[in-house]
């Protein structure tokens, strides 16, 4: 999966990122073609996870990856790790911290994808993601209201990633 095939894959958030890295690198003097291209490399994180639960729910790693940057959104899980990349620590240990938690969202949203092909029927992307919110409505919800929360307040710090990062893990619980 290419920077630019990840770029076409992601959430609008994620694109409305992309598309301000690129001018930022642009201004900055970077040739427009190559801040086109490595805007998008953050999203090249997300490649193994997506491969890897493409390959063990047996499903396209294009259907995979609409489903787990779908979901991101939706949950605001993008946010999420955006929000804590730009913190800035205090120290060395919370600097491993926010690393390890950010890593784990990855794990986490991951796990949750492949979790929403389990009831499926078949779809993906959105589609898939609408059935599995029907299913886990209550769950959704409080994720989503504890991150919206997080963002009313104006962004995160290591404690509120604790507190979301065990609410995603939670869901991958039920």
């Known amino acids: 999966m290419s920077s630019l095939g990840a770029t076409r894959r992601a959430s609008c958030s994620s694109r409305a990122e992309i598309a301000k890295n690129a001018v930022a690198l642009s201004e900055a003097g970077v040739p ?3 801040a086109q291209r490595i805007s998008g490399a953050d999203l090249m994180g997300a490649a ?3 491969v890897h639960a493409a390959r063990q729910i047996g499903r396209p790693v ?10 991101g959104a939706r949950l605001g899980l993008d946010w999420m ?15 491993v911290a926010i690393t390890a938690i950010v890593e784990d969202l990855y794990g986490q949203q991951r796990a949750l994808a ?4 389990d009831g499926a029927n078949g779809a993906a ?3 898939a993601i609408d059935m599995w919110v029907d299913q886990h409505l209550v769950a959704v919800e409080r994720t989503q209201f504890l991150i919206g ?7 995160v710090d290591v404690a509120r990633l604790a507190i979301a990062n ?3 893990r939670s869901m991958n619980l039920d």
């Open 81 to 95: 790790r955006q929000a804590a990349r730009e913190l800035q620590p205090k120290d060395h240990w919370e600097k």
């Open 114 to 117: 492949g979790r929403v092909f």
């Open 149 to 155: 929360e997080f963002k009313s307040a104006g962004g």
């Open 62 to 71: 294009t259907d995979v990856g609409a489903t787990y940057f779908g979901l």
């Open 32 to 34: 427009e073609d190559l």
């Open 125 to 127: 992307g959105d589609d």
């Open 166 to 168: 065990r609410q995603v």
């Open 48 to 50: 193994c996870y997506i």
